[in-house]
């Protein structure tokens, strides 16, 4: 499998998602998420995994559902959210295969992922997006509204719903093993 | 003698907080358009454009260019003839910090204890690096070093046997083992020598140099040369997405070190290598 050429068009995706929008994403091709995602990261994951622990409900239904790795800043007055960027997906990778086994779809951060989430994205049919790093200005803008859904005292690592129109992504993991940066570094190396 | 207030200390690192988070540096920005122009892989292209079209509304609009403002690390040279008055140095400093992530809008990033991880709530304490130097000068800058390029970053006390090699080796594969989550294209920051913290902190100084000067003797300067080419080489290229650009630069500062030693540290920056500094004469 190759990474799409780079004069792909983005596809536009909305959520939540079904099996079937998950299993026509390729690894390297570029989307645009329009819909509901929900932000959570370190702390928000950690509560969330001892809930399940204990046995009990997490904050939202997590089914179809899409999780944004970011803490954003403080909203300036006259804006709808700060900065509001992805951070590296790696460190939630031991949070993640409950929540896949729960329905969550998808997943928007930066990085790579641990093989035993690339392999629970292969069993449960979801996919992991990677976003713009390091450009919380600009994504600001595709995000429409946020309402407070849980762990308020969490402050920026609450559990937010945001509405995004447009959200640019790109597939980097699939759920067919795909893995867009190991594609585009044999592409690009020189040995 | 010298005199600053406590009070103008805190107004001024206020500023340099907020400016640093919003304002990339005009060396950094330039070398983001080089990148732009000499990147071959257009995916990569694309990327370069837009973190240049995120710092440019980041400006325009003075908000922050990325939600991890950092932990704010400053830096300060303090002449031996520069008295603080009404206030000391360090509490000064931090309340510039309070000041300045609150008034900015900037994320509060910083917890406790790295164990009960309970937010301190207002981006304190800084992390503050005093250097004493002749003079009446006082120089401060402030660097807001986000975690996603920190938490990658290594230090290895190598045996003077392991040799040039090896050095290159681990400084490679450091960037490659950080891969998208340095937020490549990275500053790499490359302390050689010294003692086990006095190379952790040689290499994040070396990420305050303007990113188009040469390593400060020929010897370094020639390891950056080949360092770039090398890091350059791994194909991660701009967030990952593959290409020729995967470090703007590589800053190597040495130190001498035990006969027995040879610590090498890599502190990886992030695209967004935000610092600013004011100099009181």
Redesign the interface.
Known sequence: MSVPEPSETPVSLTTPLSDEDVLALRAGQPVLITGAVYTARDAAHQRMFEALGRGEELPFDVRGEVIYYVGPTPTPPGHVIGAAGPTSAGRMDRYTPPLLKRGMKGMIGKGPRSEEVREALKRHKAVYFGGLGGAGALLARQITAVEMIAYEDLGTEAIRRLEVEQFPAVVINDCHGGDAYAEARARWQRV | MKEVSAAEITAKVAELCIRACTVLPPDVVAAMESARDLEE???GR??LS??L??AR??AD?S???????GLAVVFVEMGEDVRVNDGHLRDAIAEGVREGYERG?????VVHSPLN?C?T?DNTPPVICTEIVPGETLKITVAAKG??SE?MSRLKMMAPADGEAAVKQFVRETVER??????PPVVVGVGLGGSFEQCALIAKKALLRPLHDSGPHPEAAKLEAELLDAIN?????P??????ITALAVKVETAPCHIASMPVAVNLQ???ARHAEHTWE
């Open positions: 892989s257009a995916l694309e990327v837009r973190l079209e995120n509304l980041a609009e908000i922050p260019m990325c939600q991890d403002t809008y900037l994320r509060k990033s991880r937010n709530g975690a996603g938490n950080a891969g998208a989550s340095a937020c080489s791994t194909g991660i290229g967030m990952g997405v593959g290409g020729r992030c695209h967004a």
